[in-house]
């Protein structure tokens, strides 16, 4: 048994796992790019975040096909919602019959569109945000959400490790890269919130607002 198998054996996952089961096929059947998938251990870790915060509001930053969503509804307080942002919407069959099986069509409300436009009209306050859409873009949606979310509140990134790209030596130049960079770098250096960077899966900004 890997140590990954046995962290997954003595956790608390998702329960909407028959909903997520579907997602996952049909992301590998449907895809070219599964690999962007949460998985059970980051769909877990959101799923578990979005039940301490209990969130009236989420905020969601690229959807894909949708699994990332079911694992943070799995918190939503009584009446609560989600705002999914997602610029492929030629995915909008697999999202909108995986929110159907999980029974969650009712509380998400899908904008399409580029995020960083969007933001400007998307209103908070919010409880629970999570990043996971244009890597050159990340910083640029931080200072567009950082004070639409109440104190208390919990935004997670995505990916912020990026292959361990951000920790090479060499300084990578290529704009996703760098973009993340930043990312980590602001947040970090931001005065209104307390962060912890952790290395799971591809790595992940846990960000608390002050």
């Known amino acids: 048994m ?14 909407r796992r028959e909903a997520l089961a579907w997602i996952e096929r049909q992301t590998h059947l449907r895809t070219r790019h599964s690999r962007m998938l949460s998985g059970l251990e980051v ?8 039940r301490m ?13 949708g699994y990332s969503t079911v694992c943070l509804s799995e918190g939503l307080a ?14 909008c ?16 409300r899908l904008h399409y569109g580029d995020a960083a436009q969007l ?22 949606y931080w200072d ?16 912020v490790l990026w292959s361990g790209k951000v920790c090479d030596d060499r300084q990578p130049q290529d704009v996703q890269s760098r973009g993340i960079m930043a990312y980590n770098e602001k947040v970090a250096q931001d ?17 608390v607002r002050l």
């Open 191 to 207: 005065p209104r919130v307390r962060n912890l960077v952790l290395p799971l899966r591809d790595g992940l900004n846990i960000a």
């Open 78 to 91: 009584e009446g609560g919602s989600i705002d999914s942002v997602e610029i492929n919407d030629e995915l």
């Open 43 to 50: 769909g877990g870790l959101l799923s578990l975040i979005s």
């Open 2 to 15: 890997t140590e990954e198998q046995y962290s997954l054996e003595h956790s608390s996952l998702p329960v």
């Open 144 to 159: 567009l959400i950082v004070d639409k979310v109440r104190p208390g509140g919990v935004i997670v990134a995505d990916n």
């Open 53 to 65: 915060v209990a969130p009236h509001r989420i905020l969601e930053l690229g959807v894909f096909t």
């Open 119 to 140: 933001l400007l009209e998307i209103e908070g306050p919010f409880d629970l945000v999570y990043i996971d859409a244009d890597k050159r873009d990340y910083a640029l």
């Open 93 to 108: 069959d697999i999202i909108d019959e995986g929110y159907r099986m999980a029974g969650i069509s009712d509380k998400v």
